[in-house]
């Protein structure tokens, strides 16, 4: 979960290159999904909490991944206990779990600047037309922007609950798109003033 | 630095009318209302805005002004690029085609010079206001420019931390154009300059262009 941001750390995780993890999260995935039973799923769980904890990372981070997701959870489990049954519901749901503490795991255990390298090793080989920095940039700028319209959306919130706006989608949205945009804009200026490219 | 007859014009409307200065100060101060121009004033020191017509040069130079010249924002949640200190440190030497080497080198450098070593590792959105913009600032240092333009650098922080930042300008061993509606802090500068209207309406020493300005700003609020 691109929500999720670096913990800065010294384990052997946080030590390992992006690309390997990355791999790793591939095969993880691919892994769970193919092998659709009960002791892989087992398996899986128990070696993400062993990533946690060899990443010296808390229930409260692993809480954290899966958080913004919980409502499509519920939906999911809902659904699946309707169409099928509780067992299938619980196997749907947890599987889906174990794959966002898993992304969750490698974002919390990697540098944004080293995902700009990795991305940049990945692209070494692509044409030259293709602004290969820029496109690196634009990357690492989600582990930037994520928490900061996290504040501002907090900050729209709070303004629109002081004016006893309580549930109006649109006087929460159209304020932080424009905070956004703006920010956007001037970040946008600042990455110009402080690099020569 | 030399302004020789700069001009900004955007569609139809004149920001800036020949202008032309010749800047040696260590410190100067630029004051001004809102929209009368400074902010545009001020982005044509490093190439982010362009002039419409006229020239801009500095003995030494050339035509790359931005290699020389470091920009400090008035936000500096705007300023930081990268989600860690140190990483953030790093973003405008890479594009300088530094080492590694070199690139911790300065990195160490100019934590320790802004007694912010402790920040390192730390990530950028959970400081304070005063911790994001000595980042800010140490960003731009890292880079090691000859001259540094701050836009309203102070607005955002608090007492302490405006007097941090005073004391750190104070040691700061470059020349600085900043723009500042705070008056108080320019009265220790060399030059100021009174942008109105697009043009420089008044250039001399603090104590004769502030208190002119100042009386100018209350008759205007009077009406």
Known sequence: MLSDLYIPGASALHRMRPAWKLALLFLYCTALFVVSHSLMLGLGLLLIALGYGIAGLRPRHAFDAVRPALYVLVIIFAAQLWLEDLAMAAFVTLRLIALLMAAALVTYTTKASEFTDGILALLSRAPKWLPKDKIALAISLVWRFIPMIRDQFEEVREAQRARGIERSLLALVAPLVVRVLKSADEIAEAIEARSLD | ?223
């Open chain 2, 1 to 223: 630095m030399i302004f020789d007859r700069v001009c900004v014009t955007k569609g139809s409307r004149r920001i800036l009318s020949e202008i032309s200065l010749s800047l040696t100060e260590k410190r100067i101060g630029v004051i001004g209302e809102n929209g009368s121009g400074k902010s545009t004033f001020l982005r044509l020191f490093n190439g982010l805005q362009k002039p419409t017509s006229g020239t801009i040069r500095a003995e030494g130079w050339g035509d790359d002004l931005r290699r020389h010249v470091g920009f400090v924002f008035q936000n500096p949640d705007n300023q930081i690029v990268y989600p860690m200190v140190e990483e953030d440190l790093a973003f405008g030497l890479k594009s300088r085609k530094l080492s590694k080497a070199e690139i911790q080198t300065r990195i160490d450098e100019v934590l320790e010079t802004l007694s912010i070593a402790h920040l390192r590792a730390r990530l950028t959105h959970q400081l304070s206001g005063g911790e994001k913009q000595m980042v800010a600032l140490a960003g731009v240092l890292v880079t090691r420019p000859d001259l540094i333009v701050f836009d309203e650098p102070t607005t955002l922080l608090d007492l302490p931390n405006k007097l941090r930042f005073m004391d750190m300008l104070a040691a700061l061993p470059q020349p600085a154009v900043m723009v500042s509606h705070d008056l108080e802090l320019l009265m220790g500068f060399d030059r100021i300059l009174h942008i109105e209207g697009g043009t420089v309406f008044a250039d001399g020493t603090p104590s004769e262009v502030i208190p002119a300005y100042r009386d100018r700003c209350l008759a205007r609020a009077k009406g």
